[in-house]
């Protein structure tokens, strides 16, 4: 176990997925229990308490964030020659997470306002949907570290998002499927790119992998040469995606408070 725990994915061609494996159901259950109870003892915070936990878990997440590509950077080019572009750079929909915690703890005005909304709208939804259906399980074992940092990351966009609606530190907006849209329009600049030039997938553009529908709507437009109208569809859909999540979380932080 301690020699697979470093080891990149190349070194498990045989892998069969341990998703929703013992280990992975026993995270789950943990990871939601905490989450549970964070929520109500976190209740009434003061703001200042809430914009330091936020700040210090910025430095956190990025800081990790760095050591992982900078360790799949290293593995990618000893093991395979190059490092692999296409999946290791920091532009996924989730990598926001990088980006819009540092705007929402350091941030004010419009940037923070823009952060916040992302953070409690699809990064909430990613990170609850990332500790089920966990990416670093397809390439790894549970018990390695891409696996485990799959998990962890995605617990910590769910835990963000919980906590800042459980705290009243940000009240859910209808504008906020609306402002959500700004940092990812922002990444989307960089990513869309680089899907095409290396036939990549980050923030679900190029072909849609793992979203319900949108694989079925990329072949069916490339197949036409309209690759880049999926493109366009596809990110316009964090809109009305965002806008459910909001009346989610009104239905949400009305059940906490009054518990």
């Not at 703890?105 to 949907?129: D, Q």
């Not at 309209?226 to 009346?247: C, K, Q, W």
């Amino acid at each position: 176990m301690c020699i697979n725990f470093w080891r990149y994915k190349d070194a498990f061609p045989d892998l069969q997925s341990e998703m929703f494996s013992l280990p992975h159901i026993g995270a789950i259950i943990l990871a939601i229990a905490i989450i549970l109870v964070c929520a109500f003892v976190m209740r009434g915070m003061p703001r200042e308490r809430v914009r330091r936990m936020l700040q210090i878990l910025s430095v956190v997440v990025l800081a990790l964030e760095i050591f992982i590509f900078l360790w799949a950077y290293i593995h990618g080019k000893r093991h395979m020659g190059a490092p692999d572009y296409a999946t290791i750079l920091p532009i996924y929909t989730c990598s926001l997470i990088n980006y819009t915690l540092i705007g929402a703890a350091w941030g004010h005005g419009f940037v923070e306002r823009c952060c916040l909304a992302y953070l409690t709208t699809i990064g909430l939804i990613a990170g609850a949907s990332g500790i089920f259906l966990v990416n670093g399980l397809r390439s790894y074992p549970f018990w390695t570290l891409g696996a485990l940092y799959s998990f962890f990351y995605h617990f910590m966009m769910f835990f963000v998002g919980i906590m800042l609606l459980a705290t009243g530190y940000h009240k859910p907006k209808w504008s906020d499927a609306l402002y959500t849209f700004v940092p990812i329009v922002c990444l989307a600049i960089i990513a869309i790119p680089v899907d095409y030039h290396w036939k990549a997938d980050y923030m679900l553009l190029y072909e849609g992998k793992g979203a319900p529908v949108l694989p079925i709507l990329s072949r069916t437009l490339s197949s036409h040469d309209l690759r880049a109208l999926f493109t366009f569809l596809a990110l316009l859909i964090y809109i009305p995606v965002a806008a459910i999540i909001v009346a989610f979380d009104k239905v949400l932080t009305r059940w906490i408070c009054t518990k």
